[in-house]
């Protein structure tokens, strides 16, 4: 999948510094539910075993965010807790940090959404966004993503305070 900036690809065994620095980074961990750090052995175990598999097997697909032309890995974006029963998907971004604010995750969640909505025939996508994160929260809005639900006190951040989080959803079908 193809933008004006970026492409969405699958992971592939040269993204495994990359995914490594991306999950152990503590900046991303009251966000991602991390608790402890990961192996590089353990990131590389996760690309290898799901470059074979699909949504339907795994319940999820992580695709990385890249430049085109240098095909530098700005990001990944995931889709999660697919329930095909359901039509429907959890949706995660992360964009490293010096590329951020450049546009990329506006453009690679758009492309994400077409082809949950074109390829995967999803119903709908949505998100849990911690009521604090502007940024997040601005993003998801301008791409059609509404609140829908205030989950009070649902996250614990790790300096300890209790946050609320959003619920968003988009519709991606007509009903």
Known sequence: MQGDKIRLRAMEPEDIDALYDMENDLRHWDVSDTQMPFSRYTMEQYVLSCANQDIYSLKQVRLMICENGSGTVVGCIDLYDYQPQHQRAAVGIMVSEEH???????????????????????????????????????????????????????RQSVDGRWEDTLLLQRFLQES
């Open 100 to 154: 951020q604010r450049q546009g990329y995750a506006s453009e690679a969640l758009g492309l994400l959404c077409g082809y949950a909505r074109d390829i995967l025939h999803l119903h709908q996508l949505y998100c849990h966004i911690s009521a604090s994160n502007r940024q997040s929260l601005h993003l998801f809005e301008s791409l059609g993503f509404v609140r829908t639900a205030v989950l009070k006190e649902w």
